[in-house]
């Protein structure tokens, strides 16, 4: 009897022991909420891209070359008081350099020219007043006629062979080059002296896939980026498109005009061409970077009361930053845009403000 109650005491005692040590009972709550940031589905406009680089060079652009030998002057700009130079601005019809050759001018024979056209006037006046009186014949008349235009052809000869003798800048532009010769100096026929050129507008030549030969049109808008200032974004307009593919590139050719009104771009400079080939207006847009995958769909969350639930999306156009969500979202949901990469379906948020 006394071995029964000391078995009896040997077990009750670990359990009053336990039972003794216990902590009052504390009710613990097990859901953790994810703070998460979120944005309103919303609708806009999306253009999809296809992008190409290049060069983009001036639309005006002429090297003007010596047509005669003589010798070269460089004359002052109006505006600084001093030579041209590079870099300096011209106007249409502005005397850059000048030859000087005398022999030359005297072969010319302007001022005997133009008293041979004066004879010629008088004498072809005169025919007129006698054939109207029956004083000269009609060959008399158009003889007369004859030698005039003659004359006046010659005279006319002579002065675009004296303007040979000035280089002037046909449009207004920039001066872009400027070989040095000395004041004085003989200078050579097809020699090149100046070139000006006006980068307000520019173009580039794309070579894009053939793909895309369908998508293109004229008119169509592309976006320049120049990689020396990414933050500056010229719009251009396609002007040309050839209708011919490279067979070995399997590309075709297209040109774009570029405004650069504030010379943002010089002329050789490397630049991103983004071309539209696809846009829409009023449809959902969303962020590229909180589209998921998985089980081979595209999926986003959505958040309803507390709540993040895996949503699949059907997409449609696309650029580097932006994607058009066609099916399974509506204007006005709440879709999680930050603090997506740890949630699961169902998850418990908190939104962040």
């Known amino acids: 009897m006394k071995r029964l109650r000391f078995a009896l005491w040997s077990l009750m005692i670990p359990a009053l022991l336990v039972s003794s040590c216990k902590q009052p009972d504390m009710e613990v709550n097990t859901t953790v909420e994810v703070p998460v940031g979120v944005i309103e589905a919303t609708t806009s406009s999306i253009e999809e891209f296809v992008s190409t680089t290049g060069s983009v060079y001036p639309l005006k652009e002429v090297t003007l070359t010596s047509e005669i030998t003589g010798q070269y002057h460089l004359r002052v700009n109006p505006a600084t008081g001093k030579p041209y130079a590079l870099g300096d ?3 249409a019809g502005a005397t850059i350099i000048s030859l000087e050759d005398e022999e030359y001018v005297n072969d010319l024979r302007i001022k005997s020219k133009e008293v041979d056209k004066e004879i010629s006037e008088l004498e072809y006046e005169k025919q007129q007043s006698l054939y109207q009186k029956g004083g000269a014949t009609l060959r008399e008349l158009k003889n007369a006629e004859i030698t005039l235009i003659n004359t006046e052809y010659d005279m006319e000869s002579s002065r675009l062979n004296l303007a040979k003798m000035s280089l002037v ?3 207004s532009g920039v001066i872009a080059d400027l070989p040095y010769f000395t004041e004085g100096t003989r200078v050579a026929t097809n020699t090149g002296m100046v070139k000006v050129i006006d980068f307000e507008k520019l173009y580039l030549e794309a070579n894009l896939p053939e793909k895309y030969y369908r998508n293109i049109e004229r008119g169509y808008k592309v976006y320049i980026t120049s990689y020396t200032s990414t ?4 719009i251009g307009i396609i002007t040309q498109i050839s209708p011919s593919i490279d067979t070995e590139a399997r590309t075709f050719k297209c040109f774009v005009e570029v405004e650069n009104s504030e010379e943002i771009l010089l002329p050789g400079m490397f630049v991103k061409a983004d071309l539209v080939v696809n846009s829409a207006e009023e449809v959902i847009v969303i962020p590229r970077d ?13 958040v309803e009361q507390g ?3 895996e949503r699949i999306i059907t997409t449609g156009l696309q650029n580097v930053t932006s994607v058009e969500v066609k099916l399974g979202l509506l204007k006005g949901e709440s879709i999680v845009n930050s603090g997506f990469e740890t949630l699961r379906d169902q998850s418990r948020v908190r939104i962040l403000r």
């Open 89 to 91: 601005g011209v106007k």
């Open 169 to 171: 800048a046909p449009f």
């Open 231 to 234: 933050t500056d974004t010229l």
């Open 290 to 302: 909180i589209i998921m995958s998985r089980n081979r769909n595209q999926i986003v969350y959505v």
């Open 307 to 309: 709540v993040a639930s």
